[in-house]
């Protein structure tokens, strides 16, 4: 059986499906740490279109962390800041001063875009320095399955955090105060201010973790799946993070496997040339965003976006 | 002499049973004012409420009662005054420290979030833990579930309980940090007869248990069948008061007579007009002269409801020219849809709607309206106007594109603002000038300019949604006023959820519940009693006791 | 309650029928103080945007006058003037293709591929036409990018006026689509068989937009000044536009007021794209005549924020097109002698969008209204991605 597989070449075969399981998740890394912080938000009600300036903050600030602190947890920790940056434009403009949400989005994507930019040219001029891979962690025993093992289960540290942070959010969200005040601020902001709780502080955390963790997800981006920084390098991920957040409908395991499986139609491209298959590059990448597309026909209808999102909180206002 | 707020919030203290009237007053109001700009909506209040009593605050809409309540719970603060609780002068700076203080309040439009359960509606915001109580949360719920005597599943998601329920569950939150104090702002607006009943006994053993109620509203009626003691406030004053000894010595007629003489006082000028509010109060009689012909005919009508409303199923009306058919029911039974048929924002997915003898359920909406066939929606802001647009295109919205507006696509302001000059001068529409932004209206206004719009170039039928929903006295008056004009060849359809308008200005009031017509009654004596008894029809209550008509206490 | 005023509304306020706003005054002052008041808020963000934008050249190194006096003159003098007019074309038009659509509360964010499948397409028709008269090839190429342009915004509209699905995502979504398709057919069947470089064959020079006598300006310029002047009186004059006026301000009222919302919504999506499509006509056609792989100029960003400072008036849009229009020419040389990128143009429209917003709520706080958003535009994300349910209760009026 197995001379079957190892004769076999193709798209079956075990390195093509080995690439693809693992650049599914080294794509999709940054995506689902950018959709978890979105899901935060879109719960208590605030739209983040900046989110993909909010990526290219974390992946600038944070290859710089890396590339001069030579860690990559320093660089990670450098993208969290370099998104919560960002986010904090979101939070005193939309969540304090109740400006439109779209358009601070859209600024705050623009700004990301052009400073990180202008940035990288100031400082590296037309070179495009790459960071050494950060040491993957191999899980014992399970680093040892086929296919599986050395893709899913030898990833660095920071994956496996990731995956179970997602864990702990569902029950942040189901459990405790903190989720259900986050979930009240999204449905009815009034009912959570009359039972005595901010909205405005609600929510001010509530961006803030978008913004430190879709930096992190820009970070994860530049320092693990690319190795190197080069503008526009998120290229509409931060998009395909909300919609994300939007068709998982809130649930933070099903952001997991979302951003995998989009991460999957991103990274594409390797396994299939490992296949031998040629395809026009411009053709898969727009696969993930036909996906969406498709998704958005046939099952947008089901997804969930709470009542109160996007307007701003003001009490007395009705 | 005991003084503990009910129940308590120390998790494992059973209710305490407080001495139903203790001296010191729960809470005083002493000299409040509040004015917002243009208006002074509280000038000089001073009340006491006090523990085992309910208190009720009486006005017509605009009157400040919502204002006073509003600084009780600690959503507005007062410009002059003091405010005492339990005998001690404090500030009540934020729904928090009124929380803190123990007054709880339950608000007219639901404050419960509707995709959450009663026990994490229950659980929002109790405390500063990390790890929710749920455990805890549910004992404390069947406590006071058994205090209360109701019943309550601690799991349904809010929007799927029944008014009454939510309400219910809403005296519960109010309760749940341990009150002195409970507030209610207008109960029972929403609630079936049989569900007012219900709130009547949960206040009975409430002040028993030594709680103060506050309850405000604008129903005469009500005040004498449920206050202990009734505060009358108007245009932002207290007008005078009325304690349980007079209550007790006087008719429910005195009574009634006394209240309308605090509140409108000197603006009425004879008693036949007093007499005449006191009657609108019992409800109406009124003779028809209905005409053979057929204005307006719903056959076996069905329409889809949206989210958590119900549509219409099987519903069939008819309305003749001249007169005015009413449509009584609780919210939320399928008013909404109903009134979307007529109009022509929703489509039939079966049978039939026929205005003046022609099928009509293929037209669009303009082509109603251009027809004759007319809806005056309850979503003045909402839907009626566009706020941001001057008063003056928002009398001709209904006919963009139509002449002698529009020539050749093009726009005739001139012929616009003359038409609109008109129609403020004939429905009195106060407002700063025709091209003032219809959103800086008052409520009545709105509603006259909504009225405006409908009531003229050639209306025929008429559906209304709530018409004097808000309004104060004077502009009710004149909406019931001008919907009975409509008696001349012309005709009405009224959906209200108040009662007592339907049996002021109807000619037949037929019932809606669940989205069917489960009968239809003459107005006359006795026709309160009969719609009160098809609006709970449908529910099955078994051998459940009718319920004894509010019309005062003895 | 509060409403704030609808950009839209005060927009045909402030040039044609003038609100009554509080306070006294000749109806003629209120209507020059109001035009004061809203130059005032149109220029004071633009400005702190150059001093801010001056300030980060200063923490970079460089030196702010010498940047923006190279603006200047890279900009205007010297005959660059021309060129920021021909720059001013495509920004023009892709301008009043937002603002039909911003009026109706739609966020049509799709005119990076828009625009550049209009512009794939003419380079792919184009050598089709050769032997055309000029002025026929040029009527109908234009209709063709125009086409591509309407054509491209069908799905998200489509899916808007059925089930209320967020238009944001899709028009995005469909945007990087058309980008990859549109690269695929530069790479693909229009590439140029006699060069080396992934790009069109290139339209010869007289068969490209002939120029303004006297001048090295394409007649593109024209075109889109007649546009802008024609959607002024459309959106001003006409019942469509007021239609879409009452769409923006208060889609259920307009629903209510029996305007036919769904049809509506997808003809101000067709229009808008194929105004892009023509902004793409007007750059090939006039200034470029071919398109390279991988290019997008992405004109529709930096447009926005001016279409909302111009309160949604095709007519006071252009001048602050003009502006950005010597800003970009200008500023990519001028940012080519400072040795910075040209993304920093990006940074300045980011910091006009951010101080905008911020006096817009100064503004605010300092009268009713003057918003410079629909408050439509912000409810167009509040409807989910689900069938509408029923609309949250009413503001009633609230009784005191």
């Given at each position: 059986?197995?001379?079957?597989?190892?004769?076999s070449?193709?798209?079956?075969?075990?390195?093509?499906?080995?690439?693809?399981?693992?650049?599914?998740?080294?794509?999709?890394?940054?995506?689902?740490?950018?959709?978890?912080?979105?899901?935060?938000?879109?719960?208590?009600?605030?739209?983040?279109l900046?989110?993909?300036?909010?990526?290219?903050?974390?992946?600038?600030?944070?290859?710089?962390?890396?590339?001069?602190?030579?860690?990559?947890?320093?660089?990670?920790?450098?993208?969290?800041?370099?998104?919560?940056?960002?986010?904090?434009?979101?939070?005193?403009?939309?969540?304090?001063?109740?400006?439109?949400q779209?358009?601070?989005?859209?600024?705050?994507?623009?700004?990301?875009?052009?400073?990180?930019?202008?940035?990288?040219?100031?400082?590296?001029?037309?070179?495009?320095?790459?960071?050494?891979?950060?040491?993957?962690?191999?899980?014992?025993?399970?680093?040892?399955?086929?296919?599986?093992?050395?893709?899913?289960?030898?990833?660095?540290?920071?994956?496996?955090?990731?995956?179970?942070?997602?864990?702990?959010?569902?029950?942040?969200?189901?459990?405790?105060?903190?989720?259900?005040?986050?979930?009240?601020?999204?449905?009815?902001?009034?009912?959570?201010?009359?039972?005595?709780?901010?909205?405005?502080?609600?929510?001010?955390?509530?961006?803030?973790?978008?913004?430190?963790?879709?930096?992190?997800?820009?970070?994860?981006?530049?320092?693990?799946?690319?190795?190197?920084?080069?503008?526009?390098?998120?290229?509409?991920?931060?998009?395909?993070?909300?919609?994300?957040?939007?068709?998982?409908?809130?649930?933070?395991?099903?952001?997991?496997?979302?951003?995998?499986?989009?991460?999957?139609?991103?990274?594409?491209?390797?396994?299939?040339?490992?296949?031998?298959?040629?395809?026009?590059?411009?053709?898969?990448?727009?696969?993930?965003?036909?996906?969406?597309?498709?998704?958005?026909?046939?099952?947008?209808?089901?997804s969930?976006?709470?009542?109160?999102?996007?307007?701003?909180?003001?009490?007395?206002?009705? | 002499?005991?003084?503990?707020?009910?129940?308590?919030s120390?998790?494992?203290?059973?209710?305490?049973?407080?001495?139903?009237?203790?001296?010191?007053?729960?809470?005083?109001?002493?000299?409040?004012?509040?004015?917002?700009?243009?208006?002074?909506?509280?000038?000089?209040?001073?009340?006491?409420?006090?523990?085992?009593?309910?208190?009720?605050?009486?006005?017509?809409?605009?009157?400040?009662?919502?204002?006073?309540?509003?600084?009780?719970?600690?959503?507005?603060?007062?410009?002059?005054?003091?405010?005492?609780?339990?005998?001690?002068?404090?500030?009540?700076?934020?729904?928090?420290?009124?929380?803190?203080?123990g007054?709880?309040?339950?608000?007219?439009?639901?404050?419960?979030?509707?995709?959450?359960?009663?026990?994490?509606?229950l659980?929002?915001?109790?405390?500063?833990?990390?790890?929710?109580?749920?455990?805890?949360?549910?004992?404390?719920?069947?406590?006071?579930?058994?205090?209360?005597?109701?019943?309550?599943?601690?799991?349904?998601?809010?929007?799927?309980?029944?008014?009454?329920?939510?309400?219910?569950?809403?005296?519960?939150?109010?309760?749940?940090?341990?009150?002195?104090?409970?507030?209610?702002?207008?109960?029972?607006?929403?609630?079936t007869?049989?569900?007012?009943?219900?709130?009547?006994?949960?206040?009975?053993?409430?002040?028993?248990?030594?709680?103060?109620?506050?309850?405000?509203?604008?129903?005469?009626?009500?005040?004498?069948?449920?206050?202990?003691?009734?505060?009358?406030?108007?245009?932002?004053?207290?007008?005078?008061?009325?304690?349980?000894?007079?209550?007790?010595?006087s008719?429910?007629?005195?009574?009634?007579?006394?209240?309308?003489?605090?509140?409108?006082?000197?603006?009425?000028?004879?008693?036949?007009?007093?007499?005449?509010?006191?009657?609108?109060?019992?409800?109406?009689?009124?003779?028809?002269?209905?005409?053979?012909?057929?204005?307006?005919s719903?056959?076996?009508?069905?329409?889809?409801?949206?989210?958590?409303?119900?549509?219409?199923?099987?519903?069939?009306?008819?309305?003749?020219?001249?007169?005015?058919?009413?449509i009584?029911?609780?919210?939320?039974?399928?008013?909404?849809?109903?009134?979307?048929?007529?109009?022509?924002q929703r489509?039939?997915?079966?049978?039939?709607?026929?205005?003046?003898?022609?099928?009509?359920?293929?037209?669009?909406?303009?082509?109603?309206?251009?027809?004759?066939?007319?809806?005056?929606?309850d979503?003045?802001?909402?839907?009626?106007?566009?706020?941001?647009?001057?008063?003056?295109?928002?009398?001709?919205?209904?006919?963009?594109?139509?002449?002698?507006?529009?020539?050749?696509?093009?726009?005739?302001?001139?012929?616009?603002?003359?038409?609109?000059?008109?129609?403020?001068?004939?429905?009195?529409?106060?407002?700063?000038g025709?091209?003032?932004?219809?959103?800086?209206?008052?409520?009545?206004?709105?509603?006259?300019?909504?009225l405006?719009?409908?009531?003229?170039?050639?209306?025929?039928?008429?559906?209304?949604?709530?018409?004097?929903?808000?309004?104060?006295?004077r502009?009710?008056?004149?909406?019931?006023?001008?919907?009975?004009?409509?008696?001349?060849?012309?005709?009405?359809?009224?959906?209200?959820?108040?009662?007592?308008?339907l049996?002021?200005?109807?000619?037949r009031?037929?019932?809606?519940?669940?989205?069917?017509?489960?009968?239809?009654?003459?107005?006359?004596?006795?026709?309160?009693?009969?719609?009160?008894?098809?609006?709970?029809?449908?529910?099955?209550?078994g051998?459940?006791?009718?319920?004894?008509?509010?019309?005062g206490?003895? | 309650?509060?409403?704030?005023?609808?950009?839209?509304?005060?927009?045909?306020?402030?040039?044609?029928?003038?609100?009554?706003?509080?306070?006294g005054?000749?109806p003629?002052?209120?209507?020059?103080?109001?035009?004061?008041?809203?130059?005032?808020?149109?220029?004071?963000?633009?400005?702190?945007?150059?001093?801010?934008?001056?300030?980060?050249?200063?923490?970079?190194?460089?030196n702010?006058?010498?940047?923006?006096?190279?603006?200047?003159?890279?900009?205007?003098?010297?005959?660059?003037?021309?060129?920021?007019?021909?720059?001013?074309?495509?920004?023009?038009?892709?301008?009043?293709?937002?603002?039909?659509?911003?009026?109706?509360?739609?966020?049509?964010?799709?005119?990076d591929?828009?625009?550049?499948?209009?512009?794939?397409?003419?380079?792919?028709?184009?050598?089709?036409?050769?032997?055309?008269?000029?002025?026929?090839?040029l009527?109908?190429?234009?209709?063709?990018?125009?086409?591509a342009g309407?054509?491209?915004?069908?799905?998200?509209?489509?899916?808007?006026?059925?089930?209320?699905?967020?238009?944001?995502?899709?028009?995005?979504?469909?945007?990087?689509?058309?980008?990859?398709?549109?690269?695929?057919?530069?790479?693909?069947?229009?590439?140029?068989?006699?060069?080396?470089?992934?790009?069109?064959?290139?339209?010869?020079?007289?068969?490209?937009?002939?120029?303004?006598?006297?001048?090295?300006?394409?007649?593109?310029?024209?075109?889109?000044?007649?546009v802008?002047?024609?959607?002024?009186?459309?959106?001003?004059?006409?019942?469509?536009?007021l239609?879409?006026?009452?769409?923006?301000?208060?889609?259920?009222?307009?629903?209510?007021?029996?305007?036919d919302?769904?049809?509506?919504?997808?003809?101000?999506?067709?229009?808008?794209?194929?105004?892009?499509?023509?902004?793409?006509?007007?750059d090939?056609?006039?200034?470029?005549?071919?398109?390279?792989?991988?290019?997008?100029?992405?004109?529709?960003?930096?447009?926005?924020?001016?279409?909302?400072?111009?309160?949604?008036?095709?007519?006071?849009?252009?001048?602050f097109?003009?502006?950005?229009?010597?800003?970009?020419?200008?500023?990519?040389?001028?940012?080519?002698?400072?040795?910075?990128?040209?993304?920093?143009?990006?940074?300045?429209?980011a910091?006009?969008?951010?101080?905008?917003?911020?006096?817009?709520?100064?503004?605010?706080?300092?009268d009713?209204?003057?918003?410079?958003?629909?408050?439509?535009?912000?409810?167009?994300?509040?409807?989910?991605?689900?069938?509408?349910?029923?609309?949250?209760?009413?503001?009633?009026?609230?009784?005191?």
């Open positions: 059986m197995t001379g079957i597989l190892a004769a070449s193709g798209i079956f075969s075990k390195a093509v499906l080995t690439s693809l399981v693992a650049g599914g998740i080294v794509a999709g890394l940054p995506l689902m740490f950018t959709a978890l912080g979105e899901t935060i938000s879109e719960r208590a009600g605030v739209l983040n900046g989110l993909e300036g909010m990526m290219l903050l974390g992946a600038y600030l944070g290859f710089i962390g890396a590339y001069y602190g030579h860690s990559s947890w320093l660089g990670f920790a450098l993208g969290a800041v370099g998104g919560m940056l960002g986010a904090s434009l979101m939070v005193s403009l939309c969540v304090w001063l109740g400006l439109d779209i358009v601070v989005g859209i600024a705050i994507t623009l700004a990301g875009e052009g400073i990180t930019s202008v940035l990288q040219g100031a400082e590296f001029g037309s070179t495009y320095p790459r960071l050494g891979s950060p040491s993957a962690v191999a899980i014992p025993l399970l680093d040892k399955i086929p296919v599986l093992g050395a893709s899913v289960f030898t990833q660095p540290l920071l994956a496996y955090l990731g995956i179970a942070f997602a864990g702990a959010l569902v029950w942040v969200f189901r459990r405790t105060n903190v989720g259900l005040n986050l979930r009240a601020a999204g449905e009815k902001p009034e009912a959570l201010d009359a039972a005595g709780i901010s909205v405005l502080a609600t929510r001010s955390w509530a961006v803030l973790s978008t913004g430190a963790l879709a930096g992190l997800g820009g970070a994860y981006l530049s320092i693990v799946a690319a190795g190197v920084f080069t503008p526009f390098m998120t290229q509409g991920q931060g998009y395909m993070a909300i919609v994300i957040a939007m068709l998982c409908r809130g649930r933070p395991l099903w952001v997991v496997v979302g951003s995998i499986l989009f991460g999957i139609s991103l990274s594409i491209t390797t396994a299939l040339q490992i296949a031998g298959i040629n395809i026009s590059n411009d053709l898969v990448q727009m696969l993930p965003f036909i996906a969406i597309i498709v998704s958005l026909m046939a099952f947008g209808r089901r969930y976006l709470p009542p109160a999102l996007c307007i701003p909180y003001v009490r007395g206002a009705r | 002499m005991n003084d503990q707020p009910v129940p308590q120390a998790r494992s203290e059973p209710a305490e049973l407080a001495a139903a009237s203790d001296q010191t007053p729960a809470v005083e109001l002493l000299g409040i004012g509040k004015s917002f700009p243009g208006v002074v909506a509280n000038d000089d209040i001073s009340l006491v409420l006090r523990r085992g009593e309910v208190h009720c605050l009486l006005g017509e809409n605009g009157a400040g009662k919502s204002t006073l309540m509003a600084i009780l719970a600690g959503m507005q603060q007062p410009d002059s005054g003091r405010i005492r609780v339990a005998g001690e002068d404090v500030r009540i700076s934020s729904p928090r420290a009124a929380l803190a203080l007054i709880g309040t339950v608000y007219q439009h639901s404050t419960l979030i509707g995709a959450l359960s009663v026990i994490e509606n659980l929002l915001g109790d405390s500063r833990a990390l790890r929710l109580d749920v455990a805890g949360a549910r004992q404390r719920l069947a406590e006071f579930s058994a205090i209360l005597g109701v019943q309550v599943d601690p799991d349904t998601r809010a929007r799927d309980l029944a008014l009454g329920g939510q309400q219910q569950v809403e005296i519960i939150k109010a309760l749940w940090r341990g009150s002195r104090v409970l507030i209610l702002d207008e109960p029972t607006s929403m609630l007869p049989q569900a007012v009943h219900e709130l009547q006994s949960v206040l009975e053993r409430l002040t028993q248990h030594g709680l103060a109620v506050v309850f405000i509203t604008h129903k005469l009626h009500e005040a004498v069948a449920l206050g202990d003691r009734i505060s009358v406030l108007r245009a932002g004053r207290l007008t005078g008061a009325i304690d349980r000894e007079q209550i007790k010595a008719t429910p007629e005195q009574l009634e007579a006394a209240i309308v003489r605090l509140m409108f006082g000197d603006a009425l000028d004879t008693d036949e007009e007093i007499a005449e509010l006191q009657l609108g109060v019992e409800g109406h009689r009124r003779t028809r002269q209905a005409d053979a012909e057929v204005a307006l719903l056959e076996h009508a069905h329409a889809r409801g949206d989210g958590s409303q119900p549509g219409i199923e099987d519903v069939s009306l008819t309305l003749h020219l001249g007169e005015v058919l009413g009584a029911g609780v919210d939320g039974n399928g008013q909404r849809a109903l009134a979307e048929v007529i109009s022509g489509r039939l997915t079966h049978g039939e709607i026929r205005f003046l003898g022609a099928p009509v359920g293929s037209l669009s909406i303009a082509a109603r309206e251009k027809l004759g066939l007319r809806y005056v929606t979503d003045r802001l909402g839907e009626g106007i566009v706020g941001a647009m001057p008063v003056s295109l928002n009398l001709v919205l209904k006919r963009i594109g139509q002449a002698p507006y529009w020539r050749h696509g093009r726009i005739r302001r001139d012929a616009i603002d003359r038409d609109a000059r008109a129609l403020v001068e004939r429905f009195d529409i106060r407002t700063p025709i091209h003032a932004r219809a959103a800086t209206l008052s409520g009545g206004n709105i509603q006259k300019v909504l405006a719009r409908e009531l003229s170039f050639d209306a025929k039928v008429v559906a209304f949604h709530k018409p004097t929903y808000g309004l104060d006295v502009t009710t008056r004149t909406v019931r006023r001008m919907i009975g004009e409509l008696r001349n060849g012309r005709a009405a359809l009224v959906i209200s959820t108040d009662l007592d308008e049996l002021e200005v109807s000619d009031i037929a019932v809606l519940s669940r989205g069917r017509i489960v009968g239809e009654v003459e107005n006359g004596p006795g026709a309160a009693e009969q719609v009160g008894r098809l609006m709970i029809s449908d529910v099955s209550l051998a459940a006791p009718l319920p004894e008509p509010l019309a206490r003895v | 309650m509060t409403e704030s005023l609808s950009l839209a509304a005060e927009a045909a306020g402030v040039l044609d029928a003038q609100p009554d706003r509080p306070g005054g000749s003629r002052s209120r209507r020059v103080n109001a035009l004061r008041d809203a130059m005032m808020r149109s220029l004071v963000p633009v400005l702190l945007a150059l001093v801010a934008g001056g300030v980060l050249l200063l923490v970079l190194g460089d702010p006058f010498a940047f923006y006096g190279n603006i200047w003159q890279y900009g205007i003098s010297q005959g660059s003037w021309e060129d920021s007019a021909m720059r001013a074309a495509p920004l023009l038009l892709i301008a009043v293709g937002l603002i039909v659509v911003f009026r109706a509360n739609i966020w049509n964010l799709g005119y591929g828009q625009f550049l499948l209009g512009a794939a397409l003419i380079t792919g028709v184009a050598p089709h036409l050769e032997r055309l008269p000029n002025a026929l090839s009527v109908i190429l234009f209709a063709v990018a125009m086409a309407g054509a491209w915004t069908i799905i998200p509209a489509l899916l808007k006026a059925r089930y209320q699905t967020n238009e944001i995502i899709t028009t995005l979504m469909m945007s990087f689509i058309g980008i990859g398709v549109a690269n695929i057919l530069v790479k693909g069947p229009f590439q140029d068989p006699t060069v080396n470089i992934p790009q069109t064959r290139v339209i010869p020079f007289d068969h490209m937009l002939p120029p303004i006598p006297g001048t090295r300006i394409h007649a593109g310029v024209l075109v889109a000044l007649g802008a002047l024609l959607a002024h009186y459309v959106l001003t004059r006409t019942s469509f536009g239609r879409l006026h009452v769409l923006g301000a208060n889609p259920r009222a307009a629903a209510h007021m029996g305007v919302v769904r049809g509506l919504i997808v003809r101000a999506f067709l229009i808008s794209g194929a105004l892009v499509g023509a902004a793409a006509a007007a090939i056609l006039g200034v470029w005549g071919y398109v390279r792989a991988n290019w997008n100029p992405a004109y529709g960003d930096t447009v926005i924020p001016f279409v909302f400072l111009a309160r949604l008036n095709p007519l006071a849009v252009i001048p097109i003009i502006f950005f229009a010597v800003l970009s020419t200008g500023g990519d040389l001028a940012a080519a002698q400072a040795n910075l990128s040209t993304d920093f143009l990006l940074v300045l429209v910091l006009i969008l951010l101080f905008m917003t911020v006096i817009e709520f100064l503004g605010r706080r300092r009713l209204g003057g918003s410079y958003l629909t408050p439509g535009l912000r409810a167009a994300l509040r409807q989910p991605l689900v069938r509408r349910r029923a609309g949250a209760a009413s503001s009633n009026e609230a009784s005191r």
